[in-house]
């Protein structure tokens, strides 16, 4: 394996604001909370404690029986479980809590597919759950399940209805999720949590649930049923608060802009050039036919959240197919850093990072084998995302504690910036394009540019950095 670096984009750290808990604070961070695992005061780690609890029972299950029947009947009703794992703390003390849902196409998998994940973050002082949800049991997923003992799962996944199945099943799926997570917000005291600073995450269909349960009101999932009234049949969705961040492996949304200016909630996406399950870019899940809708992988949902201006971190594999572990060594550290310093701390960052492997990786084989996939492919080069940072609400002034620039509004060519020995680091405009500002001598600017909104991002002589909004006249 071979790997190389790039970097599209700046991490700038905007003012912190510090939380309940006051996770942010220096302190905090020189002892790596949550970055690094937590020790007593013996030196030994913190011990971590395992309970499982019921959190919904006796709820229908997705299958072709009439729900009206009840639950006695057919023995069609089921009970869901979650695992959460917290480290012994003292009374009294809250911790973040992380969400993990498991994949499997809403079809397979269980809780238990990322008990090991939730283990470590507990040690690294995050409370972690994992859940269940519930599955497709349809008489197509029974048989697409079944026979792909037999046969291989890429000529039998296609055949599938896309909005009886899996869109139907994901809608379920994220009344689950929100439940669960209600349920341990009510529960907060008995496990640590801090019920405002949730962040959820998965893989694969997990990807998918973690972005519906942070972006999706019951208005958009109305929109893209499919003609299918999944509100009457299953009940209204019932989103949660507290949402704090996102990390979408190799996951994916049915639209983008479910994702609205207003939500502005960090995500951390893992995606490969080579996945022929969901698309690096836009097409249907699993390659398949016009039959089923395309969707938008990781590389568009970060794009749009760079729209936005809101802050992600996008890791593509390039030649990485849709097993997003091959990779866990290199991206697990960037996660840990993002949710501390973006989902936590309010960071601003935005970011894009490529690691590269063999080109002879298996899953490159199937993306453009037309024998396996009906929409085969080569790979997808690595989206080039534009070189600028978070963009703020241009109609809202930026609070800035240390740095000053005048005049504003701009009317000539030269700006005075205040520190002196403050630094510009870079320009850009509305559209994250670079702009014409120079820094010809210390505490002076020269703008060569026409009237509009521009960005400035200044390095303090401490180290820190900050954006200042000029609006040329």
């Known amino acids: 394996m071979k790997n190389h670096y790039l970097y599209f984009g700046l991490s700038l750290l905007c003012a912190t604001t510090l939380q309940a808990q006051n996770y942010c604070t220096p302190e905090n961070e020189a002892d790596s909370l949550f970055l690094g695992y937590q020790l007593d005061g013996n030196g030994d780690p913190i011990p971590v404690i395992k309970e499982t609890v019921l959190y919904a029972q006796q709820v229908f299950s997705i299958d072709e029986w009439d729900n009206s029947w009840g639950c006695g009947w057919a023995n069609q009703c089921e009970n869901l479980g979650l695992d959460v794992y917290y480290p012994d703390l003292p009374a009294g003390e809250k911790r973040p809590l992380v969400v993990l849902i498991h994949g499997g196409a809403f079809i397979t998998g269980n809780r238990t597919d990322y008990a090991a994940m939730a283990e470590d973050l507990a040690k690294r002082g995050y409370i972690a759950a994992t859940i269940d949800y519930r599955l497709c049991k349809r008489n197509n997923c029974n048989g697409l399940e079944w026979l792909s003992e037999f046969l ?7 055949n599938l209805n896309f909005w009886n199945d899996f869109g139907q099943s994901a809608y379920v799926a994220t009344i689950d999720a929100h439940n669960a997570i209600r349920y341990l917000q009510d529960h907060a005291a008995e496990f640590h949590i801090d019920p405002e600073n949730i962040i959820v995450g998965g893989h694969s269909a997990g990807g998918w649930l973690a972005e519906h349960v942070a972006f999706l009101d019951q208005d958009e999932a109305n929109a893209l049923a499919g003609g299918n009234n999944y509100e009457a049949l299953w009940d209204t969705l019932g989103p949660v608060t507290g949402i704090k961040g996102v990390f979408n492996l190799a996951g994916a949304m049915l639209d983008t802009t479910h994702i609205d200016e207003d939500e502005h909630i960090p995500t951390f996406f893992v995606t490969g050039t080579c996945d022929p399950v969901i698309c690096y870019g836009y097409d249907a899940p699993f390659h398949c036919n016009n039959s089923y809708p395309k969707v938008h992988g990781g590389s568009e949902l970060a794009l749009r959240m760079h ?106 060519t030269y700006l005075q910036l205040e520190p002196e020995d403050a630094r510009l680091i870079s320009a850009y405009n509305l559209m994250g394009q670079p702009a014409s500002v120079h820094q010809e001598v210390p505490g002076r600017l020269r703008i060569d540019e026409s009237a509009g909104i521009y960005f400035l991002l200044i390095e303090l002589p401490d180290g820190k950095r900050e954006v200042l909004k000029i609006v040329v006249q």
């Open 307 to 412: 729209h936005l201006g809101h802050s992600y971190y996008l890791f593509t594999g390039e030649y990485m197919g849709h097993d997003v572990n091959i990779l866990n060594d290199t991206w697990m550290p960037e996660l840990l850093q993002f949710a501390y310093n973006a989902m936590l701390c309010d960071s601003c960052i935005q970011e894009h990072r490529v690691e590269q492997l063999d080109l002879n990786n298996p899953d490159c084989a199937i993306l453009s084998n037309p024998a396996i996939l009906q929409a085969a492919h080569d790979p997808l080069p690595p989206i080039n995302m534009p070189l600028y940072n978070c963009l703020v609400d241009a109609t809202e002034p930026i609070q800035n504690t240390k740095t000053r620039i005048y005049p504003v509004p701009v009317s000539g």
């Open 152 to 158: 291989p799962v890429w000529s039998l996944i296609c």
